[in-house]
Structure formats: C-alpha cells, structure tokens
C-alpha cells in the first residue's frame, strides 16, 4: 500500500463530507444527543459524582449511529452514480481505497469525539476530575467506533441505497452491542451469558469507562476492524473479476481473506484467559487488587462466593456508590479467577432471596428518608455484600462499607471509607474459619459456658418472652455441635434474696433494664460467655431471629479461640458501669472507639496486670493513659518486653481534663516514670505548643438584637499538636496511609540515654520547628478581643520529639531484684520456702513462677507515645466535630502498629490504600444551568470552527486555481 495513495483518498472524502451541510448536522446531532443524555438522561448533578462515565456508557449506542452515517454514502455513492466500476479499474489497490475511505470516516469520528471535549473539561473546572478514566475512555471510543466504522464500510459496498446502508449497518452494530447486554445475557446465564458478554462490543466497553483498560478489549475491537475493512476489500477484489478469469487466483483470495479472518478471530480466544493484559488508568490505581488481596485469594481451597445485595431504588447518596461497590467486585473475580464468583443483585425482585437472606444471614433492608420538592417517602434499601466460603460467612453492612461527613449546616458527605479493606479483612475471616475445619470449638483451648442472666417472664416485654425460646434453641444446637465444649446456663437474677443481681452488679455493671424511658417496670435480660476468667456479652441480634442468636454467640466464642487472630492485650481505664442503661459520668479518659477499633481486626484482651503478668496469649501489650501502677503492673510490662514481644505506651506527666465548663490540665503518676528512665526515656514536665495545630470547638454565646444564641467557633489551640509531612516519619511502616495526626497535650521526650544503652532510637512524631513549651497548667483557649488567637510563642523554639521507638536487647529493671510476684505469695499466704534472692524456678502455692528475664531478645519493642488523651472518645470527637466525624487516624495508627509489630503487615498495606470518591460541589440551579448552556454553545462553537476552517481551505484552493489559470493564459 502506498501512503500517499491513502491520504490523497483520505483529503478527497473528507472534502465531500465538508462540502455538503448533511455533515455538520450529522455532527451536531451527535454533540446534542450527547450532551441531553449527559446532563438530562443521566442526571449528571443529581449522580453527585465528578466524572463522565455517562457520557461513555452511552457511547456504545450513540457511535453506531454516528458511524453508519458516516459510511452509508462511501460506497454506495460510487455504486449509485456508476463510479465504482471507474475505481475497481484504477491502479490503486483495494486495500488503499478501503483504509483511505477508512481513515477519513476515522477522521470524521475523532473530530465528533474531540468536540465532546469541553464535558470534561467542565467537569474538572468545578471538581476533582480522574483524567485517567477520561483518557481511557477516549482511546476506547476510538477504537469502538473503528470497529463499527469498518462494519459499516462493508455494508455500504453492497448496496447502492445510503439509506439500506444507513438502517443494515445500525442493525449490524446493534446486534454487536445487544448481544452482550444484560437484555440477552440474563436470560442465558451461566457459561453462555459469558460467551456472550465476550462477543458484545457494549459488555466489553464497561470496564474501560472506569478507567481500565484491557489489551484484550482493544484487540476485539481492533480484530473487528482488520476483519471487516478485509471483508470490504475481498468485496471489491470480487468485481473486480471476469467469470472466465484465473481461478487459481480467485481461491488464493477466497483462502488468504478466510485465514485472516480466522487468525483474527481464534486470536481472541488466544488471549481470553490472559487476565493480566490490563492498565488500570485511574488515580491511584483503586481499581487493581493489591498483592496482599491476592495473597488471600490463592489460599483458597474452596469456591469463594460474594454477592452484593444493592437496591436499585435507594437513598441519592447511597446510589454514586453502588457502581464502584459493583466495579470493585468484578475486580474480585478477576483476581480470584475461577476461585471466586460474584453476583450483584437487588433483593427486592427476588422475594425468594430476600427471605433467605433476611432469615439465614440477618440480611435486612435500612430505611432511608428521601424527599425531593414534590413528596416525601420512606424507602426500605439494600446495601450489603455477603461472602460466604464453605460454611463460614461474614455480612458487610452500609455502615460497615461508607462514612459519612458532615460538610454543612444540612449537607452530608457520604463516601466508600475503604471497600477493599473491608472486603479482605471478612475474606480473611471466613478463610481462617475454613482453615480450622469449620470448627469453631477446635479452636477454644478452655470449656466455654453461656449464661443467660433472664428474668422471669411476667417481668420481660412480650418480643423477649417470645424470643427465649429461639434463645434456647440457638444455644441448645450449638452445644450439640460443641463437643463438650460449651454448656448453658439461664439465671434468675431476681430470685430468691436477690444477691445474684447485686453480685452481677458489681462484677460486670449489670443494671436493670426498662422498655421505655419512663416505664417503671424493670428486668434483666444479659447474654454472657465465659471461661472461668473472661466474661464476653453477647448484645440482642437483629430481627432476634435463631440464625442471627446462633451468629452473634459464634462471634462471642470467637474471642475465646486461638489461631485465629492475633491478640493484643490492652490496659486502659476502665469505664464505669451503666445506671438505667445510661453511661454514667466519669473524671477518667474512655477508650471505647479504640476497644471496638481493634476488635474488628484482633482478638482483644482487657486487663489490669493486677496479678503480674501479662495474659497468656498477647502477642501485643497495649497501656493507655495508665494512672498509679503498681510494682506487680510494671513487673508484667517490663517482664513482656523482657520475653522479646512489643510494648506501646501512650502516657504522659500530665492529664487534661474536660468538663462542659472547665478545662485544666493536672500532674499525672503513672507509675511507670523510673521504669522509663532505666530503659533510657524520660518526658519533660512541660506540654508543648505548637502554631500548627488542629482546631479546638468552643461553644460561643453571642447577643445579636436583643436574642441570646450559641454557635460552635473553631479557636486556634497550639495544646493540640497537627503533625504531618515532616513531622511523621514516614519510613516506619505502621504510618502508612496516614497523612497526618493530632497529639494533644503532649510532653517532649528524651531519648539521649537510650541510645547510650545501646538501643535503636527512631523518633516517630516531633512537633514543627516553631513548636515552644509551656510549663503553666492553664489550658484554657484563648482569643483576643479582635478574634486572635491568645497564645504567644515564648522561650526556646524548635522540634521536639513526641514518639519514639527503642529496639535491641533491653536489661530488666528487676535484675538482681525478687519478684513481686513472690512478694505478694508471701504476704497472702506467709510462704517461707522462696529463695532470698528472689532467683530460680521455683514455683509459690499459687503456681507463680519466681525467676526473672533478666535481658530480652534483640526482637523486643518498647514504643511510647507522649500524651494520656490522644486516644480517648471525647478527644476524638472534640477532633473530628470540625468535619461531623469521629477522628479515626489515631485508632487506625495502633490497628497499624499492631499489624506491623505481629509481622502482618497485609491488611496493613490495603488499609493504608483506600478507595476515594470523586463528589460534586453543591451548585445553584442557575449554576447548573449555566454549565448545561456553555457546553450547548461550544459544541456550536466548535461546529461553526470547522466550518470557518474548512470555508478557508476551499478559499485557499480557489485562489491557487486562479493563479494556475493566470499564469497559463500569460
């Protein structure tokens, strides 16, 4: 083929396209069917969503009609006006006729596509635009559009009518887009729906407006292109032949098109397992499974099914998050391969289902207000994913899947928190379950007693006397399958005197219950299980049905299991019991978000080291906010170091406290401050202050017009110490993911003795260079009366470190001492026979052993955090009301200490991705309005462009003319 040859054809078509107005309002119909889909079809502001994947999901259907347009008049023209028996005689070859009337029409496409630039551009000027997708989906269309181009070539050269042409190629390219759509393939299903979504060209398009594109994808479509534009040119080689010419050549055509075609086709089969061929376009690469998902996947032994229970009518917040749960699932059967099998379906159109997973799996719809300027409804909305692998299961709620900001008086920001973590860390739970057999009892290394604390019927609501017979059986099949592992037991706690409800009281802060606020009648109604050591509630179950009962004891039981998950051993104060199922009010620093945080990840173990150790099966020792410890509390910690395992420490000399009125700061012993100096660490008595700190919420009365109201002012408060960049050492693996953290009421540490001792020092949190400190226990905020802020650098400025981590061998602040756990024997039972020294192995009445670690393995960790509050409920909540949420990064950062410390660092490395979301800004109508009519105007804009060009081109031909036909009449 001669290039020269190809343009020249090429510049001729085009001309004839642009000479006739039939062109320009084949454009212009095109960019005005598109916009109207965009913007009204597809509700483009009412998706809340910054992207243009409507635009592109359309494309599959808009391109075939653009297309045989386009080519409906390049052959049957010729054919019509009698010039195609001229062109089959010319010493042009066929294929440079064919791939120039190709690449003008190619041309032609690319200029209707590039005219639907300024959607994106809009988009991006009023949002965060992914122009990964974006890209993605052009190159796509490109080649779609190629493929139909080339369908449409074909059909034009057997027929001399543009209209046979114009209706034969849609309807050519439609059965292309039709047979893999969900009309056809839904009612196959199986391997041949598969088949199917394999041959459609619209099916294979879906992923690449995500922004992945498939090498396999673009083969097909390039395969379609070579085959047909083949096609064309074996049809025109065919007129080309007399009846009586060379057969032998005739057979070489008909031989040489027919492997083509089948190499093109066999190809496609060639390349359909290769699931790798891939680039995934996106920002971030959210849509490519990490390896540690991977990781997961191929332990499976068994099919793994997910299935993700989406309403089609839902709340409008929750619906932009429906096809990026929907993508990201596919991603999953793609990695797992034919080890995973996902199914998203919608609950509501299959009543059979959704009394299965209502009854079986406590699957149940959420109700959501909805209201537009017309009505108000209730809508009963599906929003899970259920993933089941043998006879394990785990239910992914909404509230476990998104979180939900407030950006404004009345505004929500509901994003997808991180549904690949999400979705692994279940996978990994129902793996680990399989792994132990589907077994749950193999795993308990202790006998596990339920106990019912239930009062007598007459005392109990209605819904609970019904339900103590589902209790009973739930627990009674569960004792079956046990082995002798669990047993029950109901107690009355109302019986008799009634010192079993004093004793519970006291215990485990059992009070009595109430159905209402104001109802005077009161019962017990508590589930336990227990070993002997550990008491574990059970809260009700949802729907307080016999699988949800059966479900909610397994996950109880599951903190008593071994094997399983890792188990951090966690000191904290503890919370006071409730009164009237109210939380009374405390002094102290709770903890709960930090304890429900790690449970979701760990088995976690609350203790006191009130008898001097550390619990068996920690692998992590955990100490917040510790208040006076004892010698047999330091004795645990140190001798858990001293045994090579890690030690994370979050105290501080001081302790803020925050009433509704007050806030000071007061002196704090830990108990723990000698035994810090002998491994080399000490804090200032002081707080450091910082200029770049987080925001402190202070309720502020104002008098406005003779009215009185309070508002919520955010005051410049250096106590509360915002560190990132610089301030995070980032090449310490458990900062993954986290950009930034607030330390509050945080003391400076001196690390300069550790080092001496030979450990490894590496500072992980230190305040910013402008950072001073203060001595003063008023830490009231301050604001001047021109709305400054009061505080005022003074003394020394400069970094000061605010977390550190030592590692190496430490030496045990107990040597050559006797343990005070023989110290305690003796006073309790006047045991005489202990050694002087406090050395040996010898054992006390109470199986205490006597001897101590004196020196631990180089794997010990000692990790200490500067400040007692950092972690504490009302800190986060103080932290996060700026943006309506509870701050989560200093949780997320001990999940990820944990993970990194017990060397599984997988979830780690996928909690640290996330899976962000793309929202609108709110917009006025008008606004919007405005958007709509600027891209109407430069779709007609950039039409009249062409136009002016092209008027200019032909201007410029005329003019050359003239000048031919002067300088041969001179």
Same mark, same amino acid.
């Given at each position: 083929?001669?290039?020269?040859?190809?343009?020249?054809?090429?510049?001729?078509?085009? =001309?004839?396209?642009?000479?006739?107005?039939?062109?320009? &309002?084949?454009?212009?119909?095109?960019?005005?069917?598109?916009?109207?889909?965009?913007?009204?079809?597809?509700?483009?502001?009412?998706?809340?969503?910054?992207?243009?994947?409507?635009?592109?999901?359309?494309?599959?259907?808009?391109?075939?009609?653009?297309?045989?347009?386009?080519?409906?008049?390049?052959?049957?023209?010729?054919?019509?006006?009698?010039?195609?028996?001229?062109?089959?005689?010319?010493?042009?070859?066929?294929?440079?006729?064919?791939?120039?009337?190709?690449?003008?029409?190619?041309?032609?496409?690319?200029?209707?596509?590039?005219?639907?630039?300024?959607?994106?551009?809009?988009?991006?000027?009023?949002?965060?635009?992914?122009?990964?997708?974006?890209?993605?989906?052009?190159?796509?269309?490109?080649?779609?559009?190629?493929?139909?181009?080339? #369908?449409?070539?074909?059909?034009?050269?057997?027929?001399? +009518?543009?209209?046979?042409?114009?209706?034969?190629?849609?309807?050519?390219?439609?059965?292309?887009?039709?047979?893999?759509?969900?009309?056809?393939?839904?009612?196959?299903?199986?391997?041949?729906?598969?088949?199917?979504?394999?041959?459609? +060209?619209?099916?294979?398009?879906?992923?690449?407006?995500?922004?992945?594109?498939?090498? !396999?994808?673009?083969?097909?479509?390039?395969?379609?292109?070579?085959?047909?534009?083949?096609?064309?040119?074996?049809?025109?080689?065919?007129?080309?032949?007399?009846?009586?010419?060379?057969? =032998?050549?005739?057979?070489?055509?008909?031989?040489?098109?027919?492997?083509?075609?089948?190499?093109?086709?066999?190809?496609?089969?060639? $390349?359909?397992?290769?699931?790798?061929?891939?680039?995934?376009?996106?920002?971030?690469?959210?849509?490519?499974?990490?390896?540690?998902?991977?990781?997961?996947?191929?332990? $499976?032994?068994?099919?793994?099914?997910?299935?993700?229970?989406?309403?089609?009518?839902?709340?409008?917040?929750?619906?932009?998050?429906?096809?990026?749960?929907?993508?990201?699932?596919?991603?999953?059967?793609?990695?797992?391969?034919?080890?995973?099998?996902?199914?998203?379906?919608?609950?509501?159109?299959?009543?059979?289902?959704?009394?299965?997973?209502? =009854?079986?799996?406590?699957?149940?719809?959420?109700?959501?207000?909805?209201?537009?300027?017309?009505?108000?409804?209730?809508?009963?909305?599906?929003?899970?994913?259920?993933?089941?692998?043998?006879?394990?299961?785990?239910?992914?709620?909404?509230?476990? &899947?998104?979180?939900?900001?407030?950006?404004?008086? +009345?505004?929500?920001?509901?994003?997808?928190?991180?549904?690949?973590?999400?979705?692994?860390?279940?996978?990994?739970?129902?793996?680990?379950?399989?792994?132990?057999? %589907?077994?749950?009892?193999?795993?308990?290394?202790?006998?596990?007693?339920?106990?019912?604390?239930?009062?007598?019927?007459?005392?109990?609501?209605?819904?609970?006397?019904?339900?103590?017979?589902?209790?009973?059986?739930?627990?009674?099949?569960?004792?079956?399958?046990?082995?002798?592992?669990?047993?029950?037991?109901?107690?009355?706690?109302?019986?008799?005197?009634?010192?079993?409800?004093?004793?519970?009281?006291?215990?485990?802060?059992?009070?009595?219950?109430?159905?209402?606020?104001?109802?005077?009648?009161?019962?017990?109604?508590?589930?336990?299980?227990?070993?002997?050591?550990?008491?574990?509630?059970?809260?009700?179950?949802?729907?307080?049905?016999?699988?949800?009962?059966?479900?909610?004891?397994?996950?109880?039981?599951?903190?008593? /299991?071994?094997?399983?998950?890792? =188990?951090?051993?966690?000191?904290?104060?503890?919370?006071?019991?409730?009164?009237?199922?109210?939380?009374?009010?405390?002094?102290?620093?709770?903890?709960?978000?930090?304890?429900?945080?790690?449970?979701?990840?760990?088995?976690?173990?609350?203790?006191?080291?009130?008898?001097?150790?550390?619990?068996?099966? /920690?692998?992590?020792?955990?100490?917040?906010?510790?208040?006076?410890?004892?010698?047999?509390?330091?004795?645990?910690?140190?001798?858990?170091?001293?045994?090579?395992?890690?030690?994370?420490?979050?105290?501080?000399?001081?302790?803020?406290?925050?009433?509704?009125?007050? &806030?000071?700061?007061?002196?704090?012993?830990?108990?723990?401050?000698?035994?810090?100096?002998?491994? %080399?660490?000490?804090?200032?008595?002081?707080?450091?202050?910082?200029?770049?700190?987080?925001?402190?919420?202070?309720?502020?009365?104002?008098?406005?017009?003779?009215?009185?109201?309070?508002?919520?002012?955010?005051?410049?408060?250096?106590?509360?110490?915002?560190?990132?960049?610089?301030?995070?050492?980032?090449?310490?693996?458990?900062?993954?993911?986290?950009?930034?953290?607030?330390?509050?009421?945080?003391?400076?540490?001196?690390?300069?003795?550790?080092?001496?001792? *030979?450990?490894?020092?590496?500072?992980?949190?230190?305040?910013?260079?402008?950072?001073?400190?203060?001595?003063?226990?008023?830490?009231?905020?301050?604001?001047?009366?021109?709305?400054?802020?009061?505080?005022?650098?003074? *003394?020394?400025?400069?970094?000061?470190?605010?977390?550190?981590?030592?590692?190496?061998?430490?030496?045990?602040?107990?040597?050559?001492?006797?343990?005070?756990?023989?110290?305690?024997?003796?006073?309790?039972?006047?045991?005489?026979?202990?050694?002087?020294? %406090?050395?040996?192995?010898?054992?006390?009445?109470?199986?205490?052993?006597?001897?101590? #670690?004196? !020196?631990?393995?180089?794997?010990?960790?000692?990790?200490?955090?500067?400040?007692?509050?950092?972690?504490?409920?009302?800190?986060?909540?103080? #932290?996060?009301?700026?943006?309506?949420?509870?701050?989560?990064?200093?949780?997320?950062?001990?999940?990820?200490?944990?993970?990194?410390?017990?060397?599984?660092? @997988?979830?780690?490395?996928?909690?640290?991705?996330?899976?962000?979301?793309?929202?609108?800004?709110?917009?006025?109508?008008?606004?919007? #309005?405005?958007?709509?009519?600027?891209?109407?105007?430069?779709?007609?804009?950039?039409?009249?462009?062409?136009?002016?060009?092209?008027?200019?081109?032909?201007?410029?031909?005329?003019?050359?003319?003239?000048?031919?036909?002067?300088?041969?009449? @001179?």
């Amino acid at each position: 083929m001669r290039l020269d040859s190809i343009l020249r054809i090429s510049r001729k078509e085009l =001309t004839l396209f642009f000479a006739s107005p039939i062109g320009y &309002l084949f454009l212009l119909t095109f960019l005005a069917v598109t916009l109207f889909v965009f913007f009204w079809g597809e509700a483009f502001f009412a998706r809340n969503v910054a992207d243009v994947r409507p635009m592109f999901e359309w494309l599959p259907v808009l391109l075939i009609f653009l297309s045989a347009a386009l080519t409906m008049r390049m052959w049957s023209e010729e054919r019509r006006t009698g010039t195609m028996e001229f062109v089959v005689t010319l010493p042009a070859t066929g294929w440079e006729f064919v791939v120039g009337k190709f690449l003008a029409c190619w041309l032609l496409l690319g200029l209707a596509l590039l005219l639907t630039l300024p959607l994106p551009v809009s988009v991006s000027l009023i949002a965060d635009l992914d122009w990964g997708p974006v890209i993605a989906g052009y190159v796509a269309a490109m080649m779609l559009g190629g493929a139909y181009l080339a #369908i449409g070539l074909f059909i034009s050269a057997r027929t001399d +009518s543009q209209i046979v042409s114009l209706i034969v190629a849609s309807f050519a390219c439609g059965i292309f887009y039709l047979i893999g759509s969900h009309v056809l393939t839904d009612l196959v299903g199986g391997t041949g729906a598969d088949l199917m979504r394999a041959l459609g +060209s619209g099916s294979r398009f879906d992923a690449i407006t995500r922004g992945v594109l498939d090498f !396999r994808d673009l083969y097909f479509y390039a395969s379609l292109l070579v085959l047909f534009l083949a096609l064309n040119v074996y049809a025109l080689e065919t007129q080309r032949w007399a009846r009586d010419g060379d057969r =032998t050549r005739h057979q070489r055509w008909m031989l040489g098109t027919g492997l083509l075609v089948a190499n093109l086709l066999l190809a496609n089969v060639w $390349l359909s397992p290769l699931n790798r061929l891939r680039v995934d376009m996106t920002e971030g690469q959210i849509y490519t499974i990490s390896d540690a998902t991977r990781g997961y996947l191929s332990q $499976l032994r068994e099919p793994l099914q997910i299935r993700g229970f989406f309403s089609a009518k839902t709340h409008p917040l929750l619906a932009p998050l429906v096809p990026q749960m929907r993508d990201l699932l596919r991603e999953f059967a793609v990695a797992g391969g034919d080890n995973v099998r996902v199914d998203v379906m919608d609950p509501v159109t299959d009543p059979a289902l959704e009394d299965e997973i209502n =009854t079986k799996y406590g699957i149940r719809p959420v109700p959501f207000q909805v209201a537009d300027r017309y009505q108000s409804s209730l809508v009963n909305s599906y929003f899970d994913v259920l993933i089941t692998y043998g006879d394990q299961y785990e239910v992914l709620s909404f509230r476990d &899947l998104i979180e939900v900001k407030v950006v404004g008086e +009345s505004e929500l920001d509901v994003q997808l928190r991180n549904p690949e973590f999400d979705l692994t860390r279940a996978i990994k739970k129902v793996i680990y379950g399989f792994q132990e057999g %589907g077994n749950l009892f193999a795993s308990l290394n202790e006998p596990v007693r339920f106990v019912g604390y239930l009062s007598a019927d007459d005392r109990l609501p209605d819904a609970l006397v019904d339900y103590k017979s589902v209790l009973s059986e739930a627990v009674e099949e569960l004792v079956k399958d046990s082995g002798g592992k669990l047993s029950m037991e109901f107690l009355d706690p109302e019986a008799g005197d009634g010192s079993l409800a004093t004793q519970i009281a006291s215990d485990y802060g059992f009070q009595p219950m109430a159905a209402g606020l104001f109802d005077t009648n009161t019962f017990y109604f508590y589930l336990t299980l227990t070993d002997g050591n550990t008491v574990v509630q059970i809260p009700l179950p949802e729907g307080l049905s016999l699988e949800s009962t059966k479900r909610g004891v397994q996950e109880g039981l599951k903190r008593f /299991a071994s094997g399983l998950l890792k =188990t951090v051993a966690l000191v904290a104060p503890e919370a006071p019991p409730p009164y009237m199922g109210m939380s009374a009010p405390n002094m102290s620093n709770q903890f709960e978000q930090l304890t429900d945080f790690l449970r979701g990840d760990f088995h976690l173990e609350e203790t006191k080291l009130e008898d001097g150790r550390v619990p068996e099966s /920690a692998d992590l020792l955990l100490v917040v906010d510790p208040d006076g410890l004892g010698e047999k509390q330091v004795f645990a910690i140190d001798q858990f170091l001293m045994q090579g395992g890690t030690v994370v420490l979050a105290t501080s000399p001081f302790n803020a406290s925050l009433q509704q009125q007050s &806030l000071f700061a007061t002196p704090r012993q830990s108990g723990l401050t000698d035994w810090l100096a002998h491994n %080399g660490l000490s804090m200032e008595q002081s707080l450091v202050m910082d200029p770049q700190n987080a925001a402190f919420p202070a309720p502020v009365t104002r008098n406005v017009g003779g009215f009185s109201f309070q508002e919520l002012v955010m005051l410049d408060y250096p106590y509360f110490v915002d560190l990132r960049d610089k301030g995070i050492n980032q090449q310490v693996g458990f900062f993954s993911g986290l950009p930034q953290l607030t330390m509050t009421w945080a003391s400076p540490i001196d690390s300069d003795k550790a080092a001496e001792k *030979g450990l490894k020092v590496t500072t992980l949190l230190e305040s910013s260079e402008n950072s001073w400190l203060s001595e003063s226990l008023d830490i009231m905020p301050r604001i001047t009366d021109k709305g400054l802020s009061g505080f005022q650098p003074e *003394g020394e400025q400069g970094r000061h470190p605010l977390a550190v981590m030592l590692e190496g061998r430490f030496d045990s602040a107990f040597t050559g001492k006797r343990s005070p756990l023989l110290d305690a024997a003796d006073e309790e039972n006047d045991a005489d026979e202990a050694s002087d020294d %406090g050395k040996g192995a010898e054992e006390d009445t109470l199986g205490v052993v006597s001897s101590v #670690i004196e !020196r631990s393995p180089e794997s010990a960790r000692l990790i200490l955090f500067s400040s007692n509050t950092f972690l504490a409920d009302q800190i986060l909540r103080l #932290i996060g009301s700026a943006e309506g949420v509870i701050y989560s990064n200093s949780t997320q950062l001990m999940a990820n200490i944990a993970d990194w410390a017990l060397e599984d660092q @997988s979830l780690l490395s996928i909690r640290a991705r996330g899976h962000f979301n793309r929202t609108l800004p709110p917009l006025e109508e008008s606004a919007q #309005i405005t958007v709509e009519l600027v891209n109407y105007a430069l779709a007609v804009l950039g039409i009249a462009l062409v136009f002016g060009i092209h008027r200019r081109r032909l201007a410029g031909q005329r003019e050359r003319y003239r000048g031919w036909l002067a300088g041969g009449a @001179s």
